[in-house]
Structures are given as C-alpha cells and as structure tokens.
C-alpha cells in the first residue's frame, strides 16, 4: 500500500469537523490547528525508523559517544546528521562524511578528494532524539550525481 501524504486539505477537513465537535460538546478552546508533522518529522518509535530507512536523518545521542569513537569522530560528540540504515544484524546505524559545506559562489577543485564515510551503529535506547533532515532545494536544482 503506497503512503499518501498528508495535504493542506486534509488538515483543514480535520480541524472544521473538531471544530464541530468541540462546539457541540461544550469545549472551551482558544485555538485549534491541525497540521502534519513536516518536514523535519520526529521518528519516536522503530516503525518511524523502518518507515524512513535511507533517509537523511538528525540524531542525537544521550550521551558523547565515548571511547567506542574510532578515527575521526570526537569522543565527545553527541549529534549526527547522515543516512539512516539497517544493518546486516538488524540493528540501526548512520552514515555520514564530515565534509565542509560549500559555500554559495565557492568554486570546488575536482581535485578534492572527498572526505571519508564513516558510519554508526545505535540503538534506538542510546538515542535523545532523532528527525528527518529538512532538506530543501529552493531554487529546484538537484546536484551532480557523485557531488553534494
């Protein structure tokens, strides 16, 4: 079954027939807004992670990563921004390059090697929060393939 989103529509659908119902009941309320969670949805629960595997995600952990950091991660770091991925042992993990972004105008040398993949694995009970990246392209442009 295909997942049809959320439209503008169907928030306003939903908030006229509480908007009823509320009033029918006797409720006192000030203001009522129905909306959809966004684009930078939180993921509470493992059917979230499934739903959204491959994804770019934010996560933050509870605790620094410690000692378990391997390379070029800090032992002190805490967030994450990368793919979201299941693991061949069915655990979660999330793959990221720590690259600089580039700055509007910057020109890139095709030269420049790309910074290294790194990845993490975790569990959903080490996490403090965890959010799909908003990721939005404004002026309708997808980069090159192979570039970001």
Request: proline residues 7%.
């Amino acid at each position: 079954m295909a997942e049809v989103p959320v439209t503008v529509e169907d928030c306003e659908r939903v908030t006229r027939q509480l908007q009823y119902v509320l009033e029918v009941d006797g409720v006192d309320y000030r203001r009522l807004e129905v909306s959809s969670p966004g684009i930078d949805r939180p993921l509470r629960n493992a059917l979230d992670f499934e739903r959204f595997v491959g994804e770019v995600v934010d996560l933050t952990l509870k605790a620094p990563i410690g000692s378990a950091a391997e390379g070029l991660v800090s032992a002190n770091r805490k967030k994450f921004r990368g793919a979201l991925q299941r693991r061949e042992d069915g655990g979660w993990q999330i793959v990221w390059r720590d690259e600089p972004p580039v700055k509007p105008g910057q020109r890139v040398s095709a030269k420049r090697a790309p910074a290294p993949e790194q990845a993490m694995g975790f569990t959903l009970d080490e996490l403090s929060s965890a959010r799909l990246a908003p990721l939005v392209d404004f002026k309708g442009r997808k980069p090159a393939e192979g570039k970001s």
